[in-house]
């Protein structure tokens, strides 16, 4: 499966953004689904994560409550609408896919999206 990530820009604290990745090739729901960041100097985290179905969602601790991940089978797309943005969220955001088990690890995500970049300013 290819995957296409945009939806990166600049945003003020406090504001939002929504970033879209499309997926192209493979079956789409076969997949499960996640986004990583990468801020400057620092190793990639995993972000969210999504089930095959969308009815199991994941968040690392930091942003819960702000970040909001959903899927679209039948348009092969993934979201991730990110509100009340703070300057720590400023990073790389990265779309990723793997067909086996839920994992919050990189490891084993088989395919990456081109990343789209994140900047929030205080």
């Known amino acids: 499966v290819q995957l296409q990530a945009s939806g990166g820009g600049l945003a003020q604290a406090g504001g939002s953004l929504r970033l879209s990745c499309a997926a192209s090739?493979?079956?789409?729901?076969?997949?499960?689904m996640a986004w990583f960041r990468q801020a400057p100097g620092k190793e990639r985290e995993f972000v969210s994560g999504?089930?095959?179905?969308?009815?199991?969602?994941y968040y690392a601790d930091s942003v819960k409550g702000r970040f909001t991940i959903s899927r679209d089978n039948a348009k092969k797309t993934v979201s991730l609408r990110m509100i009340n943005l703070k300057p720590e969220d400023t990073a790389v955001y990265y779309c990723?896919?793997?067909?086996?088990?839920?994992?919050?690890?990189?490891?084993?995500?088989?395919?990456w999206g081109q990343g789209t970049q994140v900047t929030v300013s205080s």
């Open positions: 990723a896919g793997r067909g086996d088990a839920y994992s919050s690890v990189e490891e084993g995500y088989a395919y």
């Open positions: 090739g493979r079956t789409f729901s076969d997949y499960v």
């Open positions: 999504i089930s095959r179905s969308g009815q199991i969602t």
